[in-house]
């Protein structure tokens, strides 16, 4: 099946959406894509046990409208399965990292310790306008051994969905993929859908060796992204979500993989999207059929119960081409294989039925740019990571913190203009703020726009150019930089100076 036709046949990407009609797979199986060589031999895990609920980070403050605690990054055996322990790096003991609950408004400080061995680290609050010198960049390691306290106040009016993750140079691939992520969510003072039951799924993505412990890259996975032999949902394989005919959940979903693109469906059950990166979307749209999450996104959802007496339903990853193939000229990942992601298991009970609110909020539009910035993505000279050497570049360059690549003023609206030239997708994300996507194409042929929204991380596929609009609040340096990991730390990465 041709990849590009049938992303815009088909699919709700972070880009590639078609409103309301999805429907690719209806009700049948999820399409066999071409074969996928495992990444890493290993061990197969135990699945099947309940979704775990996150353990969540307590609040140590003592005054109202302050977050305080501490966050310790440290190696960590967590047990998988019988005989099977490897050794993660985990925020305080858990992988993924405790879930950070505060509200829209309130201060926070969390103290970082570092006790990875020999790597410095940080914390990156990805997706919050947080002032620059509070947020983690590779600007500001902290080095093994050491602590520091970030401090910051959530704003007004992000309520949402975001997370964290450690940002140092060069080696923010191998401490994501070796277990240091957490998911982040900033609580409205008035939600419209507070009344549902709420999940968080946080998908990581697990590469062992044949002794069973995580996996170290190997050259293929410079180039292309790690993608592990293992998708986890909260630190485990397939997991049981329980679900009772006729009811509605929220999902809030985070990809938090290095490298792997998440076509998510639950075959014959569409669901109904209300928000994405940065919040809630103005109104609900039913009825996809799919929807795709790349690196770093999140997203929303509402799930629905049938009530048709089915027992056991399942939440797929669908295949889908992110061009890793192509782009390698080597055997190796090409269409990924369809991996079930979780089973809804039905339970007993008769849900009340609720009906969606027609509207969730107002999105502003963000007005007429004064300015564009536009750059490019293309192969180029890697910094040595890369296969060969060979590498990713923006703007025909690699990174250099010291270099200002794009220059930009707090407060005005810009028009950013990504064109990717290489035949793989490539997730960009730009730190500080969340912007809105208002064009996106191909050859000169404009794409179908997702609804208005708010996003920190955009997929710019192979061969697409995507506009979108963004203000940053506040002067500092910033970062523009795919999130495919690999990439990042390779120098696909750019800087930003809000003046
Ligand atoms: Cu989630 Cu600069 O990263
Ligand atoms: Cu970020
Ligand atoms: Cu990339």
């Known amino acids: 099946m041709d990849r590009r036709g049938f992303l815009v046949a088909g699919s709700l990407g972070s880009l590639g959406w078609l409103g309301g009609c999805g429907g690719s797979d209806g009700g049948g199986p999820p399409m066999m894509g071409p074969a996928n060589p495992p990444a890493a031999v290993g061990a197969s895990l135990p699945e099947g046990a309940a979704l775990r609920d996150l353990a969540r980070l307590a609040n140590t403050a003592t005054e109202p409208g302050l977050f305080e605690a501490t966050l310790a990054a440290a190696p960590q055996r967590i047990a998988l399965g019988p005989g099977l322990a490897p050794e993660f790096w985990s925020y305080n003991g858990a992988s993924p990292g405790p ?5 829209e408004g309130s201060r926070v400080r969390i103290r970082f310790d570092n006790r990875l061995p020999g790597q410095d680290s940080t914390i990156h609050w990805h997706g919050l306008a947080i002032p620059a010198g509070q947020d983690g960049n590779p600007m500001d390691p902290v080095a093994s051994g050491a602590s520091r306290t970030y401090e910051f106040t959530i704003p007004e009016g992000c309520a949402g969905t975001y997370w964290y993750h450690p940002h140092p140079h060069r080696v923010t691939h191998e401490q994501v993929f070796r277990g240091l992520a957490g998911l982040l969510v900033v609580r409205a003072r008035a939600d419209p859908l507070s009344a549902l039951a709420e999940r968080a799924l946080v998908v990581t993505d697990l590469g062992l060796d044949a002794t069973g412990a995580i996996a170290a890259n190997t050259p293929m996975d410079f180039l292309a992204g790690r993608e592990g032999g293992h998708l986890l949902v909260n630190g485990a394989k397939r997991p049981l979500v329980a679900i009772a005919p006729g009811e509605t959940q929220r999902w809030r979903v985070l990809n938090a993989t290095n490298a792997r693109y998440l076509r998510l469906a639950i075959p014959g059950n569409p669901f109904t999207l209300v928000g994405t990166d940065g919040g809630l979307v103005e109104r609900p749209v039913a009825g996809l059929a799919e929807i795709l999450l790349a690196p770093a996104e999140r997203v929303e959802l509402l799930v629905t119960g049938r009530a048709d007496g089915t027992v056991r339903e399942t939440l797929y990853a669908l295949a889908y081409d992110r061009g890793a193939a192509a782009m390698t000229g080597m055997m190796g990942p090409g269409a990924s294989v369809p991996v079930a992601l979780a089973t809804l298991e039905y339970r007993e009970g008769a849900a009340v039925p609720w009906v969606a609110p027609e509207h969730l909020r107002e999105i502003g539009e963000l007005g007429e740019p004064v300015a564009t910035q536009r750059a490019v993505l293309t192969r180029g000279m890697g910094t040595g990571m890369g296969a060969m050497g060979m590498g990713f570049a923006i703007n025909g360059r690699s990174f250099d913190a010291m270099r200002t690549d794009f220059a930009s003023r707090a407060g005005a609206v810009e028009l950013w203009e990504i064109a990717n030239l290489t035949a793989m997708d490539h997730p960009m994300h730009l730190h500080g703020t969340q912007f809105q996507v208002v064009a996106r194409e191909r050859s ?56």
Request: with cysteine; glycine share 6%.
């Open 444 to 499: 000169g042929r404009a794409l179908p726009l997702p609804p208005r929204a708010w996003k920190d991380t955009v997929n710019v596929a192979a061969g697409e150019t995507v506009r979108f609009k963004a203000v940053q609040a506040m002067p500092g340096r910033r970062l523009l930089h795919c999130h495919i990991l690999e990439h990042e730390d390779a120098g696909m990465m750019a800087t930003v100076d809000v003046a």
């Open 99 to 103: 879930l950070i609950e505060v509200a």
